[in-house]
Each structure stands twice: as C-alpha cells, then as structure tokens.
C-alpha cells in the first residue's frame, strides 16, 4: 500500500532541483503504512513529484527514489537499477573491487554495497532499506556471481531511524573475512566486525598521490584501521611507517596486511588515542616527514559543527609539531557537514598554533565509485588536503 506525503507551501523547490531528502518541518501532512513504507510526494497544490520511502520517526522523514509515481518496487526494478550501478563501476574500474553503491550519489539514498571479488556487503542506514532487503539481495544475485552476502548494519544512522545494529552473514559459508585488491596489494578485513563494510575504498585517489610522494620518507600513519596508507607507502619506498589506532583489532589486521610486502619494510603498529600519542611522541623528541591524519566522521549533525572543526583543529596543531621543515601534513575529514573551505581553514588554524606556516600541494575526494549529485553537497562528503610545511 502506498501512502502519501504533502509537502509545505514552497517547499518542493529543492526537491526539483534534484535534492532527495524531505525534512520533517517541510510537511505538511504524512499518511505511510509503516516506517519506511512507501508514498507518493506531492506538493502544497496536489501535484505528484515522485515516490519515497518515508519513517516519521526519523529527522529526515523521507527519502526520494524515483521521479515517478510508483506503487511498489518490484524485483525488476531494484535489477535495473543496480544494473546502472554496476555498469558504471565496471567502465571505470578493471576489477570487482568497488563501492557498488553509494546511496544517494547512485540515487538509491540509505543503500551501501560495497564489492569484494565474489563477496558482497551490504548496509542499509534505513528503515525503508531494510524493508526492501530481500528484493535488494535477489538483485545481487542475479547480477554477479557471489559466493557470500554480508550484511553490516552497525552504522550509527540507524540510531537515528529507530532501528537495531547488528551484522550477519546472509548468503554462503564464509567467515566474514573479505579481502579488497588495490593497486596490486591485498588488503584483507572483517566485513562483520570492522569499521563500515571493512574497508574504506573512498581514499583509493588519496592512497595513491601520499604513496607517489612518500619515498625515503619517514612517515606517522594516523587512525591506520587496516594498513590501507601504510602498505602503499611502504612498498613505494617509504623508509618507515608508525601506524596509530585505537584499536588493537585494526592494527592486527594491517599487521596482516603489511606482512605481504618484503621483510626488509619498517612498519611498527601502536595502539592509543591518537591525540595522546601525538602527545607522547612530541614530548619524545620524535620528527617526522608526513603525517596523515584520517580520523573518523567529527561532526554527524548541525549542532555538532563548530565542536568537530575545533577537533580537527587540534589535530593538525598536534601532528603539525612532529614533522620537519619542508614536511607534509596530509589530513581528511569524512563529516559530510563540513565543507572543504571550513576544513581546510580549521586545520591552517591548527598549523599555525603549531607555529608553523604551509602551502597547500593537493586536494582530493573520494574516488570515482563514490559519485555525487551536485543537487546536494553534502554527498561530496570526503576532503583530503595535503599541506607542505614550512
């Protein structure tokens, strides 16, 4: 049964510029089935934009999936339009190691898959997702041969949907390992307990310019997870690599994944608090000449933005008093919230705490597997600036 949402006066503009989401103080009147049901969208007048899914629970009430007025999602239509996905991935990348689908950027808003050889993750952020789950996988099946289907739904978003997280194995007899192939090496992870799907293939582009740049060159490796800078670095020539996690599990794995390169590479893993560590090591006398920082998302809402900038902030200040003269600080930030603009002011602000000057050599985003609808901004959620320091 399809529902229907109306729309405020005036607030269909953004909509019809492409936007996806629908916020709770833009409508007017709500009628859905169940969390995560669909409805039609309609403006103040009564005329039909196209169908959502909608969770009145949830800040973001709705989220739009078709310029059409549908009545249900049917089997085929998930095929086809997984099938776009797909044939984008499979023009721009020469093997099956991708984000298959980046959610909004692949207008399929609450739906993450991410491929790995013949083993797949799924991650559904949504109420209206997780109701679509069984059409979802039967599309996978029939698109890819797939020897495991893994579903890891403990991102934080789903909090904010009223839904539990959790992970499992929906298809076949693995154990939750799955490896993903990069620029020759094998980066092997945990799709059920690791971060997100496991691994990150949004800092592909970013990987590859630090590696370029870090030869003979001593480097601290910041929120390592699996080892995803480290090994490329090291194999390009780099002469040592600290890797830095919080998590003991992490750098278990990028120990693993490390241990492929030849004997001869420097790689040390420790485990603390980023910013404590910074501090040991400063009070240490340690020097360094990169530094990359790659924290987790600071600012998951409006109200926390002024409190994540400051975050960042601190952590260009600290890491900025480990490098040399001439060193490179390379820093990202992942909060969609946070525009390039802000976050490279935030961190020239911690640089110069840190005494230092700096010259911006690089930007960069997420690869071409996570594409972003120019509609809406926020969908450009990953910044990567490199820094040369005076």
Not at 110 to 117: K, P, S
Not at 326 to 346: D, I, K, N, P
Not at 369 to 384: A, C, I, N, Q, V
Request: one cysteine or more; charged letters at 25%.
């Amino acid at each position: 049964m399809t529902g229907m949402l109306t729309l405020a006066a005036h607030e269909e503009r953004r909509l019809k510029a492409g936007h996806l989401w629908i916020y709770r103080d833009e409508v007017a009147s709500l009628d859905v089935a169940c969390p995560g049901g669909l409805v039609h969208v309609r403006d103040a007048r009564g005329h039909v934009l196209g169908t959502a899914y909608a969770n009145p629970n949830s800040k973001i009430v709705a989220r739009m999936l078709s310029r059409k007025a549908l009545h249900a999602l049917k089997p085929s239509w998930w095929r086809d339009r997984l099938k776009v996905a797909l044939e984008m991935r499979n023009w721009l990348f020469d093997a099956p190691y991708y984000r298959w689908v980046h959610g909004e950027g692949d207008k399929l808003p609450g739906l993450v898959i991410d491929r790995f050889g013949n083993d797949v993750v799924i991650q559904s952020h949504t109420a209206g997702i997780d109701l679509q789950l069984d059409a979802i996988v039967q599309a996978v099946n029939e698109l890819v041969a797939v020897d495991n289907i893994y579903l890891n739904n403990r991102a934080a978003s789903r909090v904010h949907e009223g839904l539990e997280c959790g992970a499992e194995r929906l298809q076949g007899m693995g154990d939750g390992v799955v490896t993903a192939m990069e620029g020759g090496l094998r980066f092997q992870c945990d799709a059920l307990h690791g971060q997100k799907t496991g691994f990150f293939y949004d800092q592909r582009p970013n990987r590859e310019w630090v590696a370029k740049h870090g030869k003979q060159r001593r480097v601290l490796d910041l929120f390592a997870y699996v080892g995803a800078f480290a090994a490329p670095l090291l194999r390009a020539g780099a002469s040592a690599v600290v890797s830095v996690d919080a998590s003991a599990s992490a750098l278990a794995w990028a120990q693993r994944n490390i241990a492929q390169l030849p004997e001869k590479s420097s790689w040390e893993g420790v485990k603390g608090d980023v910013l404590q560590t910074l501090k040991r090591l400063a009070d240490e006398g340690e020097r360094f000449d990169v530094v990359i920082c790659d924290p987790p998302a600071y600012v998951k809402n409006r109200r926390k933005l002024e409190q994540g900038l400051r975050g960042y902030q601190r952590l260009a200040q600290h890491a900025c008093r480990l490098l040399r003269q001439g060193g490179m600080f390379c820093a990202a930030s992942c909060s969609g919230l946070v525009s390039m603009e802000m976050f490279r002011r935030a961190s020239l602000q911690g640089i110069r705490q840190a005494g230092r000057g700096a010259r911006v050599v690089y930007e960069g985003g997420a690869g071409a597997d996570h594409p972003w609808l120019p509609s809406m901004p926020e969908t450009r959620y990953l910044k990567f600036v490199a820094f040369m320091l005076d």
